[in-house]
Nanobody, 123 residues
């Protein structure tokens, strides 16, 4: 089992940047495909970005392409989400997720979830 703890959320003005971090503990971090999801008020949780076990492949939802970058440091057991050019519609609770069962990067099934970190973008 793996435990995930997100950090780095906060309040930022539109056009600003934030970097989210997700620290993992437990089994070997490099065996997990990692993803970021978000849930805005009154909406269902939705996919944001994913990264393969090695970090060589990444996958993004269309609305964040060119603005967000997912990366990982397997030596530090950490996955990151660099968010630039933030918009008010990016306001949400952001969740980190991990999965060891499916290698396909676009798979939306994840085994483990963090508790979330709030990102608020003011206009």
């Amino acid at each position: 089992q793996v435990q995930l703890v997100e950090s780095g959320g906060g309040l930022v003005q539109a056009g600003g940047s934030l970097r989210l971090s997700c620290a993992a503990s437990g089994r070997t971090f490099s065996s997990y495909r990692m993803g970021w999801f978000r849930q805005a008020p009154g909406k269902e949780r939705s996919f944001v970005a994913a990264i393969s076990r090695s970090g060589e492949s990444t996958y993004y939802t269309d609305s964040v392409k060119g603005r967000f970058t997912i990366s990982r440091d397997n030596a530090k057991n950490t996955v990151y989400l660099q968010m630039n050019s933030l918009k008010p519609e990016d306001t949400a609770v952001y969740y980190c997720a991990a999965d060891s069962l499916f290698a396909t990067i676009a798979t939306m099934t994840y085994e483990y979830w963090g508790q979330g970190t709030q990102v608020t973008v003011s206009s």
